[in-house]
Structure formats: C-alpha cells, structure tokens
T-cell receptor
Framework: DAGITQSPRHKVTETGTPVTLRCHQTENHRYMYWYRQDPGHGLRLIHYSYGVKDTDKGEVSDGYSVSRSKTEDFLLTLESATSSQTSVYFC?????????????FGEGSRLTVL | RKEVEQDPGPFNVPEGATVAFNCTYSNSASQSFFWYRQDCRKEPKLLMSVYSSGNEDGRFTAQLNRASQYISLLIRDSKLSDSATYLCVVTLRGYKYIFGTGTRLKVLA
C-alpha cells in the first residue's frame, strides 16, 4: 500500500470554526490532491498541488485553502467551516508523468460541521 | 453536462452472472482512463487501467471507445466479493483526475 496518511480521521466541529486536515505521504510523489465525496456528487476535486508551494484550484475550491511547504505534506484548511462542508475528504497522491500513474488514496477524513 | 457520467445503479445480480457497466466522458482531450473500486466507507482503489485495444484482468475486461467517448467494464462470473461501487475515471492534461459518481453493484447469493 502507498504510504499516505490523513489526520484527523474523524472530526466534529461547529459552524464558523477553522479546520485543518493534514495529508502526509512517504512516496515522494509530485502530485497531491484533496477531494471531497458526497452522495450523488461522487468525488470532486477541491485543490491540487504539483510541487512544493505550487497549488491550483479544483472545481469546488470556494471556502478552502491549501498549503504545501514540504513534498510530503499537503494541508487543507476550511477558513470558517459551514454545514455544507460536512463531507468525507480524501487525499490522493500520484507520481504524475502524463497521467499514466495510479492515483493512491488516503483512508479519508470524515468531517461533521454542526 | 457532467464530464464523466455513469448509471448509479444499483445493479443487483446473482452470483455467477455477467454484468457490464458503461461510462461516458465529454472531453475529447481526455488522455487516460481507469476503473476504480470503492467499498462502503473505504477509499477508492485502482481496479484497472483502460487501454484503446481493450484489456483483461482475470474476470474483468475493460474497453475504450474514443470515437464514441465511452468506457466499459465487464465482470464475468460475479462473486459476492465484487459487491462495491465502481468509479470511472478520466484524466486531463496528465494530472487532473475526474471521477464519475460511480455505479453500485450488489451480487446476491
């Protein structure tokens, strides 16, 4: 299995509080991704990174920010959590190289915003 | 229109049956194609890549039709352990992975 861990795995928070989810990899892969998964919507890309300090927005980036100060860590921050951000968040990594690389996922972080 | 579309199912089939899923994609510039499997409350995992010439892995066969922009997955001799959600995935520009919403399969004893 790919060395990718997410923390925390479960979190309950209140509306308006900031939340940070961490993704850590030991594979030295270039690309890292944050997805959210909701019933009826499937996996939707929030942000991705193609290198240290290099990030870009996905299709559902509003209300989220990311940072990647080291190859191995990709942080997802909810500036001020809302109930609509209740979801399961998956981090994924890929070596890249023309899209032929497999996408490996972390086990997911289940976030509930009350 | 969604970039990747799948029939959500559920497909309920008896053990031993053959079942096929289709997936359509809208962007003709899509480069790579995959089927992922996701078990309930678990992370998605790669089932197989899909090549233009078609490819087989045991009981699983994947096909790609670029002209019609669809991908298929055929499962022969279904097992109870095949029960899962199957996600169709395409890539754009080499690094952007776009997922379908998934097709749920339930294999019945």
């Amino acid at each position: 299995d790919a060395g990718i861990t997410q923390s925390p795995r479960h979190k309950v928070t209140e509306t308006g509080t900031p939340v940070t989810l961490r993704c850590h990899q030991t594979e030295n892969h270039r690309y890292m991704y944050w997805y959210r998964q909701d019933p009826g919507h499937g996996l939707r890309l929030i942000h991705y990174s193609y290198g240290v300090k290099d990030t870009d927005k996905g299709e559902v980036s509003d209300g989220y920010s990311v940072s990647r100060s080291k190859t191995e860590d990709f942080l997802l921050t909810l500036e001020s959590a809302t109930s609509s951000q209740t979801s399961v968040y998956f981090c994924a990594i890929s070596p890249g190289q023309g899209g032929t690389g497999e996408l490996f996922f972390g086990e997911g972080s289940r976030l509930t915003v009350l | 229109r969604k970039e990747v579309e799948q029939d959500p199912g559920p497909f309920n089939v008896p053990e031993g049956a053959t079942v096929a899923f289709n997936c359509t994609y809208s962007n003709s510039a899509s480069q790579s194609f995959f089927w992922y499997r996701q078990d309930c409350r678990k992370e998605p995992k790669l089932l197989m890549s899909v090549y233009s010439s078609g490819n087989e892995d045991g009981r699983f066969t994947a096909q790609l039709n670029r002209a019609s922009q669809y991908i298929s997955l055929l499962i022969r001799d279904s097992k109870l352990s095949d029960s899962a959600t199957y996600l169709c995935v395409v890539t754009l520009r080499g690094y952007k992975y776009i997922f379908g919403t998934g097709t749920r399969l339930k294999v019945l004893a």
